[in-house]
């Protein structure tokens, strides 16, 4: 019923900031967790973050945490990434994903519903 489209990736400079915005449209969005997931090049995707859709809980990877931030905005069905102090090793497609779960496992992808096609972030030394 969701349907996913990221936007925001591009090049930048390490140490860099840059947001990602997931839009979702096709049902109810607050209900959902959303998570965002990477898969750099020759490596398997990873998870990244998450948040809750009844609640505001958030959770984070370790490699990103203290740097990366969700948020998410259910008047415009939008949730964000917030990436501070990018890493080249940060480089990577980043796709949003939805989870309707009343008890969410957020690091899990095979518990995500639905899929955006994904946004492509370079981060450059």
């Known amino acids: 019923q969701l349907q996913l489209v990221e936007s925001g990736g591009r090049m930048v400079q390490a140490g860099d900031s840059l947001r990602l915005s997931c839009a979702a449209s096709?049902?109810?969005?607050?209900?959902?967790?959303m998570g965002w997931f990477r898969q750099a090049p020759g490596k398997e995707r990873e998870f990244v973050g998450a948040?809750?859709?009844?609640?505001?809980?958030?959770h984070y990877a370790d490699s990103v945490k203290g740097r990366f931030t969700i948020s998410r905005d259910n008047a415009k069905n939008v949730v964000y990434l917030q990436m501070n102090s990018l890493k080249p090793e940060d480089t990577a497609v980043y796709s949003c994903?939805?989870?309707?779960?009343?008890?969410?496992?957020?690091?899990?992808?095979?518990?995500?519903?639905?899929w955006g096609r994904g946004t492509q972030v370079t981060v450059s030394s």
């Open positions: 994903a939805a989870d309707y779960s009343s008890l969410p496992v957020w690091i899990g992808q095979d518990h995500y519903d639905y």
């Open positions: 096709g049902g109810t969005f607050n209900r959902y967790n």
């Open positions: 948040i809750g859709g009844r609640t505001t809980s958030t």
